[in-house]
């Protein structure tokens, strides 16, 4: 089964800054998806972008960008310039591409970093 | 157009007791998920359904958790007997396709349950 380890639970960043979030996953398998998710205290999970592992070129969603390293198995998130509405839990996840019997096993969530925006 | 909504908000209820936790996906979305978020930790997968039937229900943790979504759209999450380690936020998360592919899932706000 696919693991998400994400080493660091609290982050913080000041105001304008920039931030990166570590993310590292185990697989066995060639091609999948990888997202983060931004959860704020609302408790609403947002999708804030997503890499398809076959595409060599790093997503990148407005100030959002990623950093996929696939031989290292590595998936950090950067945000540049933050903001106070930055501020959330944010959820790394994986996502095998094919349907099989144990879809359960096919989505797995890391256990989130909580970063702070600090004014 | 209205996103996924979830009711209650919250539920606090007694050991032993029965709950129902409803979702309302969004309109024309065909797949539907459940999942459990315990405290500090990320969502861990229940069960997935694609239309009325359950795809894949091999997240729920014993026979005390049951779903059921009859007409294709909103879905209820069922826990008999309920237990003090049962206490969580159920997130319900519907798209629009199901797992092929990198089908993005919108998630609604959870329905935090606190069993006493």
């Known amino acids: 089964a696919q693991t998400v380890t994400q080493s660091q639970p609290e982050m913080s960043v000041q105001e304008a800054e920039t931030v990166t979030l570590s993310c590292t996953y185990d697989t066995s398998e060639s091609d999948y998806y990888l997202f983060w998710y931004k959860q704020p205290p609302s408790r609403q999970m947002i999708l804030v972008i997503r890499q398809e592992a076959y595409k060599q070129q790093n997503a990148t969603e407005n100030r959002f960008s990623v950093n996929f390293q696939k031989a290292a198995k590595s998936f950090s998130l950067k945000i540049s310039d933050s903001q106070l509405g930055d501020a959330a839990m944010y959820f790394c996840a994986y996502r095998s591409v094919l349907y099989r019997d144990n879809y359960g096993q096919n989505f797995v969530f890391g256990p989130g970093t909580r970063l702070s925006v600090l004014p | 157009g209205a996103g996924v909504s979830q009711t209650p908000s919250n539920k606090v209820t007694e050991k032993g007791k029965y709950v129902e936790l409803r979702c309302d996906p969004i309109s024309g979305h065909t797949a539907l998920y459940w999942y459990r978020q315990s405290l500090g930790q990320g969502p861990e997968f229940l069960i997935y359904?694609?239309?009325?039937?359950?795809?894949?229900d091999s997240g729920l943790p014993n026979d005390r958790f049951f779903a059921v979504r009859p007409e294709g759209s909103v879905s209820t999450l069922k826990i008999q007997r309920t237990e003090r380690g049962d206490s969580a936020v159920y997130l319900c998360?519907?798209?629009?396709?199901?797992?092929?592919?990198?089908?993005?899932?919108?998630f609604g706000p959870g329905t935090r349950l606190t069993v006493l």
């Open positions: 998360a519907s798209s629009l396709a199901g797992i092929e592919g990198a089908d993005t899932q919108y």
């Open positions: 359904f694609q239309g009325t039937g359950a795809a894949d």
